[in-house]
């Protein structure tokens, strides 16, 4: 997952009381499906011993509640190409394979300290969380203030950390054409939120994308 992928989103100048309302599109409501089955398994493993299908079930479950919760998005719907690079986003690492024997060493560091990031970017996206890139509000808090798309950025040590402990020419693979979908899915996005001036204000303020000095 727009991780899951997603869209920057929205500083709250002033408090809303107001009880949100759904606004739930095709999209989002097979992306609920989705996180529902994610969430029923990680907790089955997780209830098994595994620490690390604990945390992906917390991270789902975030991701889940926000999906529900999340603003309208203003403008026009996406494109096809932004809806297919979404999905693949969201769903290519599942297409890794491990073996029977648990993620261990650096590759467990890597794992645990990617899905901690990314429930805590997942929650600082907070209501403007979206797997189809739109305009959802500008969030510039907590770890917006460091790199313009952090849930991307926790995906990277998640998918390397697996790729280190279970090494393979596919999953290798997978991992290439995900991260080429990740780049291209984020230069979709800011191409679309850039047409906002308080976006350029913000992309001028946190210039790097997804890793500090790097890009």
Request: charged share 15%; aromatic share 8%.
């Amino acid at each position: 997952p727009a991780g899951p992928g997603v869209v920057a989103g929205g500083v709250v100048r002033r408090r809303n009381w107001h009880r949100p309302r759904l606004a739930l599109s095709a999209t989002d409501l097979a992306l609920l499906i989705v996180m529902t089955a994610l969430v029923k398994a990680h907790l089955e493993a997780a209830l098994a011993g595994s620490l690390v299908s604990l945390l992906f079930g917390v991270q789902h479950i975030a991701i889940f509640v926000v999906t529900l919760l999340h603003r309208p998005a203003a403008g026009q719907g996406s494109s096809r190409t932004d809806l297919l690079l979404a999905w693949a986003g969201t769903l290519l690492p599942l297409a890794m394979r491990a073996t029977t024997a648990p993620v261990t060493g650096v590759g467990l560091v890597l794992v645990v300290l990617g899905s901690l990031l990314a429930t805590a970017a997942i929650l600082s996206l907070g209501r403007s969380f979206g797997i189809e890139p739109a305009h959802r509000g500008l969030q510039t808090r907590r770890l917006y203030r460091v790199v313009r798309h952090p849930i991307y950025a926790a995906y990277l040590p998640i998918v390397g950390g697996f790729l280190l402990s279970y090494a393979s020419w596919w999953n290798g693979l997978v991992a290439v054409i995900w991260l080429a979908v990740q780049i291209t899915r984020i230069q979709r996005e800011e191409a679309l939120l850039g047409q906002d001036a308080q976006y350029q204000r913000y992309a001028q303020q946190v210039r790097w994308r997804v890793l500090p000095r790097v890009w």
